[in-house]
């Protein structure tokens, strides 16, 4: 069984939205954090956006304000809403769990691809 399922991504023009979304295992979703993640090509992965167990959430500078992330425990969803997207938006979008219990354990998606246009 794969622990997380991202899907959503496509190819949108720059301004418009996507919304990604991470199924995940009901015992995934007791991680100490979801997160969403992205790579652009040649460059490392990089934090996009998490949301703490107490519901702290935290987002990178490049998307404050025009991203959120959310999480539907009764459907074992995490989502990542993206408006006014940017062509430097263009990545991998992973979606990532960590802390998970009992062991602390850390789990990744396979990633899905958002490419944006100018």
């Known amino acids: 069984q794969v622990p997380l399922v991202e899907s959503g991504g496509g190819s949108v023009q720059a301004g418009g939205p996507l919304r990604l979304s991470c199924a995940a295992s009901e015992s995934i979703l007791r991680a100490n954090a979801m997160g969403w993640y992205r790579q652009a090509p040649g460059k490392q992965r990089e934090l996009v956006a998490s949301i703490i167990r107490g519901d702290s959430i935290n987002y990178a500078d490049p998307v404050k304000g025009r991203f959120t992330i959310s999480r539907d425990n009764a459907k074992n969803m995490v989502y990542l809403q993206m408006n006014s997207l940017k062509p430097e938006d263009t990545a991998v979008y992973y979606c990532?769990?960590?802390?998970?219990?009992?062991?602390?354990?850390?789990?990744w998606g396979i990633g899905t691809l958002v490419t944006v246009s100018s």
């Open positions: 990532k769990a960590e802390g998970v219990p009992p062991y602390g354990s850390h789990y």
